[in-house]
T-cell receptor, first 113, second 114 residues
Framework: SQELEQSPQSLIVQEGKNLTINCTSSKTLYGLYWYKQKYGEGLIFLMMLQKGGEEKSHEKITAKLDEKKQQSSLHITASQPSHAGIYLCGASLTTDSWGKLQFGAGTQVVVTP | SQTIHQWPATLVQPVGSPLSLECTVEGTSNPNLYWYRQAAGRGLQLLFYSVGIGQISSEVPQNLSASRPQDRQFILSSKKLLLSDSGFYLC?????????????FGPGTRLTVL
């Protein structure tokens, strides 16, 4: 079973609409990373959250880490075709010094006209 | 600025053949380096990581091995490929490897074993 659960697995959103992706763990998230991937390409780093209750935004993408540090959400406002792709959350589930990341299975986002 | 390269971009190999994938990082010194595999329908699986030249840690037992002959070079190898080795291989680097140290990924190598 995945230590990080992402939901939904996929979603189709009309251009201009908002969307939210969730990443949930039964363990404490010591460092939570959001990446975007286009099919067949590498991962592009979006944001990193570390503190409970933290929220970061970049352009139309906002990521939050809940107070208990076991769930994160990624919210896209007024989606555009450029937002299409696979979004992955990755997390450090321990405080080990070398930074092993566990990843969710990813959420595929399709933006329709 | 830092850049990370992987080659080849795609590879088709027969079962039983050897494998060598290369990853190099530019613009940083003594990075932590990582090899991941992304199989169809599954998330990223960490295969190996390295904190320095000649220092390799394996995360899962498998048919693959890794080496770090130079500070910014990371190589993934196999003596005999299996069908199950097919997948998308990603190399990543980070500065310190701490729990809040961002990993940056290369463009990946698509390996198909026939």
């Amino acid at each position: 079973s995945q230590e990080l659960e992402q939901s939904p697995q996929s979603l189709i959103v009309q251009e201009g609409k908002n969307l939210t992706i969730n990443c949930t763990s039964s363990k404490t998230l010591y460092g939570l990373y959001w990446y975007k991937q286009k099919y067949g390409e590498g991962l592009i780093f979006l944001m990193m959250l570390q503190k409970g209750g933290e929220e970061k935004s970049h352009e139309k993408i906002t990521a939050k880490l809940d107070e208990k540090k076991q769930q994160s959400s990624l919210h896209i406002t007024a989606s555009q075709p450029s937002h299409a792709g696979i979004y992955l959350c990755g997390a450090s589930l321990t405080t080990d010094s070398w930074g092993k990341l566990q990843f969710g299975a990813g959420t595929q986002v399709v933006v329709t006209p | 600025s830092q850049t990370i390269h992987q080659w080849p971009a795609t590879l088709v190999q027969p079962v039983g053949s050897p494998l060598s994938l290369e990853c190099t990082v530019e613009g940083t010194s003594n990075p932590n380096l990582y090899w991941y595999r992304q199989a169809a329908g599954r998330g990223l699986q960490l295969l190996f990581y390295s904190v320095g030249i000649g220092q390799i840690s394996s995360e899962v037992p498998q048919n693959l091995s890794a080496s770090r002959p130079q500070d910014r070079q990371f190589i993934l190898s196999s003596k005999k490929l299996l069908l199950s080795d097919s997948g998308f291989y990603l190399c990543a680097w980070s500065v310190t490897g701490g729990s809040t140290d961002t990993q940056y990924f290369g463009p990946g190598t698509r390996l198909t074993v026939l």
